[in-house]
Nanobody
Framework: QVQLVESGGGLVQPGGSLRLSCAASGSIFSINAMGWYRQAPGKQRELVAAITSGGSTNYVDSVKGRFTISRDNAKNTVYLQMNSLKPEDTAVYYC????????????????WGQGTQVTVSS
């Protein structure tokens, strides 16, 4: 019964900014790592950014210095601040979280958001 709901996607001009949000809800016992993936047409899905439960972060080289991942544990929410956007950032962005539910506290499961479209175009 755990769900991830994404918001914040849209159309933006090159050099602009967007902030994606992903909120987890349901019978959550704990959340381990959280992250953002993206998939452009004709390309493989790639991990864009990840953040551990302790706050350590990692980014794909192409977004370093432009994107920032963060999380609010009290709200079970992960964010992706995207600055200096480029046309090549255009993709469907998916939220991911490793979550242990009350029904399965010993076996975390990877949950996925529904995806949100980010389009960078002039």
């Amino acid at each position: 019964q755990v769900q991830l709901v994404e918001s914040g996607g849209g159309l933006v001009q090159p050099g602009g900014s967007l902030r994606l949000s992903c909120a987890a809800s349901g019978s959550i016992f704990s959340i381990n790592a959280m992250g953002w993936y993206r998939q452009a047409p004709g390309k493989q899905r790639e991990l864009v950014a990840a953040i551990t439960s302790g706050g350590s972060t990692n980014y794909v080289d192409s977004v370093k210095g432009r994107f920032t991942i963060s999380r609010d544990n009290a709200k079970n929410t992960v964010y992706l601040q995207m600055n200096s956007l480029k046309p090549e950032d255009t993709a469907v962005y998916y939220c991911n979280a490793e979550i242990s539910s009350y029904a399965s506290t010993w076996f975390p499961y990877d949950y996925w958001g529904q995806g949100t479209q980010v389009t960078v175009s002039s």
